[in-house]
């Protein structure tokens, strides 16, 4: 039996739940994030759709590309007055590119200039670097910023050290997200999962420096690092520096991704004293997902990295494209850029820090009551992710409540809840009953 969450949050750390989110959210010196008004909201939509081109309009005729289909979306509809996602959703900009370095298509310069404040929000605001010290862009997911991060450093590596794509290796856990090995086979690259320990999903650093190491040995020179902030199944959070101090220890070249998909909404918020920001130098890119916490649309991911990177996957050829193109998507609908600033400047920073606080205590309500029921289970601290062993929960239970399990197809070992905006108390009150039921039925048989 491991140690549950409850006791590490009392030994390691305190509780968010326990202190005021308006108070944690003051003490960030916010450079870009406020919470604005539904009315200046709407008017700045408004006004960034009148600076792109009008395909209803105005006269353009080397684009391929319109509005949308007007006898299938309406854009005349009365309700689009009072709904600028809905409204750029039709008018259907193209934001191919990355706006934060050199030029990008100027017919769509109004909503551009959108994409460019949710990133300063974002990479200065949230993960702390210096304003202008950064490029990125909003991607379809983070799946792709992940492929877009490891296609970056075997570039980097190749282009700017002379590396052999047989030199170049990734290593991440066995949590990782499966994007990694999705890219790893994309671009020929070898990846080395890394094992962690069962019951607190921790690396093992003996063995991580011994497989460094082995590594080495067999010709690898240049190390692609993903860190993850919040894994997939567990929530679980890496420490950076597990990996780079055994690197920089044997004088290895490496470049460390922060993979926030899951958590980079959450984790930042709830733990006031994270390190795993731009502040921390050896950070090179961040991935953060805005489907999933911040209840963006479904395809819409954010990448984030240094100064002077992505410039290691510039398509020379596609010269057509003003400021030609740095991503791995290529188009994209300028609709999810909306969706993010929308949502993030509809909170503002105090508004979100608030929202994150109650979802902890959601979390820490789920935990205690699995104390009580002495069932085993992981939870991340500063996560809303609980992960229960399948031993404690009957498949018809779990089917019920929707659980997802770590293995579909395979011997499931655990099931997992995640606490999202939708999940409340009573939720979990009446799935904590059917579960104390169910064991005491089993007690008594």
């Not at 009008?54 to 009365?78: E, H, M, R, T």
């Not at 191919?96 to 551009?112: K, M, R, Y």
């Not at 994309?186 to 650093?205: G, S």
Request: glycine share 6%; with cysteine; hydrophobic share 40%.
């Amino acid at each position: 039996m491991f140690q549950k969450p409850s006791a590490l949050l009392a030994n390691n750390c305190h509780v968010l739940c326990a202190s005021n989110p308006v108070v944690l959210a003051k003490n960030y010196k916010m450079r870009y994030w406020t919470k604005k008004s539904k009315e200046e909201l709407q008017s700045k939509i408004q006004l960034a759709l009148a600076e792109n081109i009008n395909f209803s309009q105005d006269i353009s005729l080397g684009y391929p590309a319109s509005k949308l289909d007007g006898k299938v979306f309406y854009d005349d509809a009365p309700f689009l007055k009072e709904a600028p996602i809905l409204q750029t959703f039709v008018a259907n900009p193209n934001h191919i590119g990355c706006h934060t370095l050199g030029d990008s298509e100027n017919v769509f310069s109004g909503t551009h200039a959108i994409e460019r404040e949710v990133l300063n929000v974002l990479a200065v605001d949230v993960f702390k670097a210096t304003p202008h010290s950064f490029d990125g862009y909003i991607s379809p997911g983070g799946t792709e910023a992940n492929i877009q991060a490891l296609w970056m450093y075997r570039n980097f590596f190749i282009y700017q050290k002379g590396a052999k794509t047989n030199e170049i290796v990734i290593i991440a856990s066995e949590d990782t997200h499966y994007s990694i090995p999705k890219g790893a086979n994309l671009l020929q690259l070898d990846w080395i999962k890394m094992p962690v320990d069962p019951e607190t999903r921790v690396l093992n650093k003996i063995i991580l420096e011994n497989k460094i190491l082995e590594a080495q040995r067999n010709g690898k020179k240049y190390f692609i690092i993903v860190a993850n902030m919040g894994t997939t199944m567990f929530g679980s959070v890496d420490n950076p520096d597990d990996y780079t101090t055994i690197l920089e220890k044997h004088q290895l070249e490496y470049k460390l991704h922060i993979d926030g998909a899951y958590g980079g909404f959450v984790y930042p918020f709830s733990n006031e004293q994270s390190k795993i920001n731009f502040q921390n130098p050896n950070i090179s890119s961040i991935t953060i997902d805005a489907h999933k916490m911040l209840q963006a649309p479904y395809g819409t991911g954010v990448f984030i990295c240094r100064k002077g990177l992505i410039e290691n996957v510039l398509t020379k050829e596609a010269a057509y494209v003003e400021g030609m193109d740095l991503t791995l998507c290529g188009s994209r609908s300028g609709a999810n850029a909306i969706a993010v600033w929308m949502i993030l400047f509809t909170y503002g920073p105090n508004g979100w820090f608030e929202k994150i606080s109650v979802l902890q205590m959601r979390t820490q309500f789920l935990c205690n009551e699995l104390d009580r029921l002495n069932i085993a289970y992981f939870r991340e601290p500063y996560m809303n992710i609980v992960t229960i062993k399948s031993e404690h929960i009957p498949r018809e239970l779990a089917m019920k409540y929707h659980l997802v399990p770590e293995q579909h197809h395979q011997q499931n070992d655990w099931y997992k809840i995640v606490v999202m905006h939708h999940v409340e108390v009573q939720h979990l009150t009446t799935f904590i009953g059917e579960l104390k039921e169910l064991h005491a039925c089993l007690k008594e048989n």
